[in-house]
Structure formats: structure tokens, C-alpha cells
């Protein structure tokens, strides 16, 4: 292998240690804090109609995020049904978590929309990069904003400020690129990060076209609210299955934080930063961490049974073509 090929190996392994470092730093003070084997046991006692709630609110998750995109898509001018869609983000969400690398589950998806999706028009990697960075600028917007109503319904009047002020400062750079595209792209991106200039260029050549901010942005954000209160309603039906009824308010609040902070796939399946979110968000409600941590790992195991269909559908599927989408590139 040459110098050259050898460079991304290199980097794709020095990704993954961190990612599995970071996942044992996580994980292992919280096996200091919570006793697993009263976790285990907290298992069988699960309420299993508050299970098929948390389950169907994971189906309205996946679908909504569907939705989401399709309408996305749609705006770029890209056709494609929802139903093979669903397949291939249900599938992506699915492998992004069970993958110990840095692909991410919308870096995922895109892969397979570009290889093993059925649709009515051809894939290119702009496109596909685009709307994945559109697709999650939507997520972030209204993640933010419900977190804000969130932290006003508990009375922490700086968090919704904070909040408020992170919304308008996004909106503005927003602004401000669709304006003069070139200049803040150049200022956002110094030195090694110029690498990134001309995809940031393909995303505002998107976001300008004809149509975009009335049939896919503010469409997309509205849908991306709704998400964000589907996956809410998994964590709330997950601690009615063992036994704890939370604030509504408070879940909408400490869902939402852990929701932006799981943006970034910093460890394996988002084991340990997930777990360590849901013990601080939920204390205030006296909620034992035995049970925070249950609540997280049920929550994954949901997510990956659901997915599988999908995975096995699509990997069985021959590849259309090959991908050329990386990590560095969503």
C-alpha cells in the first residue's frame, strides 16, 4: 500500500480508538455508580404495554425522519417514494449505532441511498451530502427550539435564553451565507478546514434553489419538532415500563439536551454519553441511576430490533454502485 493509501487507514483507525476510548472513559465510572446486576434485574420487570408504546414511538421517529428528508428531496428536485426511503433510513439509523466506526447514522443512510435504494432518479454525492446537512441543520433548529420551551416549562429562564440566542445565531451565519456565500465560508473555514469550503458551497447552492426555504427548510423543521417529541415519548414510555412516571416537562427538556449532544457519534452507539445524560437529566425527579442507565440501554436495543428488518432487506439487496461518500464528508 502506498504513503497516500496508507494516510486514511491511518486516520479511519485513529477515529475508531478514539471513539472505543471514549466509550470505556464513559463507561467504566459509571459501573462505579450503578450496580449492574440490579440493572439486569430491573429487566424482567418491564411493562411490556409501555414497551410497545416506546416501540411504536420509535416507528413514528423513523417516519417522521423519513418525511423529513423526502420533503428535502423533493425541494432539491431529487424523486423518490417514501416507502424505500423509510427502508433506507430505518436501515442507516440502524447500522450507524451497531458499526464501531465513525460512519454515523446519516453518513449511512446516504451510502445506501447512493447504493442500494430504489428510486426514480440517479444520486449524486452532492446531492446526497447536501440534503443529509440540511436534513440535520433542520434537526438542530427545532431540537434547540423545543429544548428552549423546555427549559422555560421547568424555569430555567438562562437555559432558554441560551438557547434562543444559539437559534438566532444560527439563522443569521444562515443569512449572512446565503448572502455572501464565498466571504463567511472562507471565514468559517481557516486553515485545514478549507477542505470543507466546497462542500459548504454545494449546501448553499441547495439551499438557494428555487424553492427550498418554503418547500423544504421550514417544512423540514416543523416535521424535525415532531421528531424531537416522538423521541421524547420513547424515554417517557420507557420509564413508565419500569415503574417511574416523569415530568413531562422536564423529559421534553433533558431529552432535548441529550438529543443535540448525541448529534456527534463521539462513542460506540452513543453508549456511555447517553446513559451519563439520562442519570444528570433525571435526578432532579429522584430517579434512581440504576434505572437511567436500564432506560438507555432498552432504548438502544429497541432501536437496533427495529432496524434489522431493514438491514436485511437492504444488505441482501445486489449494490447499484459503488459510494463515494466518507466521514469527512457529512
Same mark, same amino acid.
Given at each position: 500500500?502506498? !504513503? *497516500? ?38 429487566? !424482567? ?13 420509535? +416507528? =413514528? ?27 433506507? +433510513? ?5 447500522? =450507524?449505532? #451497531? /458499526? ?7 453518513? %449511512? ?12 432518479? @440517479? ?11 440540511? *436534513?440535520?441543520? %433542520? ?33 443569521? &451565519? ?7 456565500? *464565498? ?12 477542505? %470543507? ?9 441547495? #439551499? ?23 423521541? &421524547? ?14 415530568? /413531562? ?6 431529552? $432535548? ?32 441511576? *440504576? ?7 432498552? $432504548? ?27 466521514? =469527512? @464528508?457529512?
Amino acid at each position: 500500500m502506498s !504513503p *497516500d493509501a496508507q494516510k486514511p487507514a491511518r486516520k479511519g483507525f485513529a477515529r475508531k480508538a478514539v471513539k472505543l476510548f471514549a466509550t470505556l472513559a464513559l463507561l467504566l465510572p459509571l459501573g462505579f455508580l450503578v450496580d449492574w446486576q440490579e440493572v439486569f434485574q430491573l429487566l !424482567p420487570q418491564m411493562d411490556p404495554i409501555w414497551i410497545f408504546a416506546a416501540a411504536m414511538s420509535v +416507528v =413514528g421517529t423513523r417516519t417522521a425522519i423519513t418525511w423529513r428528508w423526502w420533503q428535502i428531496l423533493r425541494a432539491i428536485g431529487f424523486r423518490t417514494k417514501l416507502l424505500p426511503l423509510g427502508v433506507v +433510513v430505518s436501515a442507516g439509523m440502524g447500522l =450507524g449505532a #451497531l /458499526i464501531p466506526t465513525s460512519l454515523g447514522p446519516d453518513i %449511512a443512510r446516504g451510502i445506501l441511498l447512493r447504493t442500494r435504494a430504489t428510486s426514480a432518479g @440517479e444520486t449524486t454525492n452532492a446531492l446526497v451530502v447536501s440534503s443529509l446537512a440540511i *436534513d440535520r441543520y %433542520a434537526a438542530t433548529i427545532a431540537t434547540l427550539i423545543v429544548a428552549a420551551f423546555g427549559a422555560v416549562a421547568i424555569g430555567n429562564w438562562a437555559v432558554a435564553m441560551g438557547m434562543a440566542a444559539a437559534v438566532a445565531a444560527v439563522a443569521f &451565519v444562515t443569512a449572512l451565507m446565503m448572502v455572501s456565500a *464565498d466571504t463567511v465560508i472562507r471565514t468559517l473555514t481557516p486553515g485545514p478546514l478549507k477542505r %470543507a469550503r466546497s462542500k459548504l458551497a454545494a449546501v448553499v447552492d441547495y #439551499l438557494r434553489h428555487p424553492g427550498m426555504l418554503v418547500h423544504g427548510l421550514v417544512p423540514a423543521v416543523l416535521i424535525s419538532t415532531l421528531v424531537t417529541l416522538f423521541r &421524547v415519548a420513547v424515554f417517557v414510555s420507557l420509564y413508565n415500563a419500569f415503574g417511574y412516571s416523569v415530568p /413531562i416537562s422536564l423529559a421534553i427538556f433533558a431529552i $432535548s439536551v441529550m438529543l443535540i449532544a448525541l448529534m456527534v457519534p463521539v462513542t460506540l452507539g452513543n453508549f456511555g454519553i447517553r446513559e451519563w445524560l439520562l442519570v444528570i437529566g433525571f435526578q432532579s425527579a429522584s430517579i434512581p441511576a *440504576d434505572v437511567s442507565v436500564a432506560v438507555g440501554l432498552v $432504548s438502544f436495543a429497541i432501536q437496533t430490533l427495529i432496524s434489522l428488518p431493514a438491514i436485511t432487506f437492504l444488505m441482501l439487496r445486489k449494490s447499484r454502485r459503488p459510494a463515494t461518500i466518507t466521514s =469527512g @464528508e457529512a
